[in-house]
C-alpha cells in the first residue's frame, strides 16, 4: 500500500514557540492531504485539507493563523503550529490521498508536549 | 455535514466469541466507508472498508455490512483473539477530495 511519512514522531517545546510538523507522500502524488488532531481517548479530530497549491479549508473553531498549513508540493505538507500553548499538546496526524482514491493513508503521528 | 455516530464506547468480550460494532451516519450523499484499528500511540489502520454499491464486504474474521436505507454500517469480528484488543473507528466520507468523518470510537477488549 501507499506509504505515508510524518517527522517528527514528538517533540517537546517550550509555551510560545513554533513547531513545524512534517507529512511526506513516500511512493504516489497526494494531491489532497488531511490534518486531524487526537486528544487522549479521543476520536481524530479534522483540523483542515489542503489541496496542493491551494489555501487550506480549515474546520469551525480551528484557527488558521495559529494552525498554518502549507501543501507546496504533491508530496509534502507541513503544519506549523504558532504560539503554541499547553492546551495544544496533541497527537497530530496527517493523511494524504491521491485524485479518485477512496482510502487515505495516514501518517505514523506526531506527539506534541508543549510545556 | 456529516455525522457518524458509533456505539458501544466500550466493548468486551471473552476470547472466542463474536464483537459487533455500530455506526450511523447522516448524509445520503456518502459512498465510502471505512473502518480503522488503532493501537495506543499509533496511526489507524485500515482493516477493512466497504462501498455503497455492495451490502456486505468479507475478509477472513472480518465483515462490513452496509444498509444504505437506513444509513447505518457495522463491524463484525468473529473468533475474537486478545491481539484484537484496540480501539476501533468507523469513518464516512463521499467521492472526491472530501475529508474522512469518524465516529468516537469503540475501545474493544478481548478477554482471556
Known amino acids: 500500500g501507499a506509504v505515508v511519512s510524518q517527522h517528527p514522531s514528538w517533540v517537546i517545546c517550550k509555551s510560545g514557540t513554533s513547531v513545524k510538523i512534517e507529512c511526506r507522500s513516500l511512493?504516489?502524488?497526494?494531491?489532497?492531504m488531511f490534518w486531524y488532531r487526537q486528544f487522549p481517548k479521543q476520536s481524530l479530530m479534522l483540523m483542515a485539507t489542503?489541496?496542493?497549491?491551494?489555501?487550506?479549508?480549515?474546520e469551525q473553531g480551528v484557527e488558521k493563523d495559529k494552525f498554518l498549513i502549507n501543501h507546496a508540493s504533491l508530496t509534502l505538507s507541513t503544519l506549523t503550529v504558532t504560539s503554541a500553548h499547553p492546551e495544544d499538546s496533541s497527537f497530530y496526524i496527517c493523511?494524504?490521498?491521491?485524485?479518485?482514491?477512496?482510502?487515505?493513508?495516514f501518517g505514523p503521528g506526531t506527539r506534541l508536549t508543549v510545556t | 455535514g456529516e455525522n457518524v455516530e458509533q456505539h458501544p464506547s466500550t466493548l468486551s468480550v471473552q476470547e472466542g466469541d463474536s464483537a459487533v460494532i455500530k455506526c450511523t451516519y447522516s448524509?445520503?450523499?456518502?459512498?465510502?466507508f471505512p473502518w480503522y484499528k488503532q493501537e495506543l500511540g499509533k496511526r489507524p489502520q485500515l482493516i477493512i472498508d466497504?462501498?455503497?454499491?455492495?451490502g456486505e464486504k468479507k475478509d477472513q474474521r472480518i465483515a462490513v455490512t452496509l444498509n444504505k436505507t437506513a444509513k447505518h454500517f457495522s463491524l463484525h469480528i468473529t473468533e475474537t483473539q486478545p491481539e484484537d484488543s484496540a480501539v476501533y473507528f468507523c469513518?464516512?466520507?463521499?467521492?472526491?477530495?472530501?475529508?474522512?468523518?469518524f465516529g468516537k470510537g469503540t475501545r474493544l477488549s478481548v478477554i482471556a
Open positions: 493523511s494524504a490521498r491521491d485524485w479518485g482514491w477512496d482510502e487515505q493513508y
Open positions: 448524509d445520503s450523499a456518502s459512498n465510502y
Open positions: 469513518a464516512a466520507s463521499r467521492e472526491g477530495n472530501t475529508p474522512l468523518v
Open positions: 466497504i462501498r455503497s454499491n455492495v
Open positions: 489542503s489541496n496542493e497549491g491551494s489555501k487550506a479549508t480549515y
Open positions: 511512493d504516489f502524488q497526494a494531491t489532497t
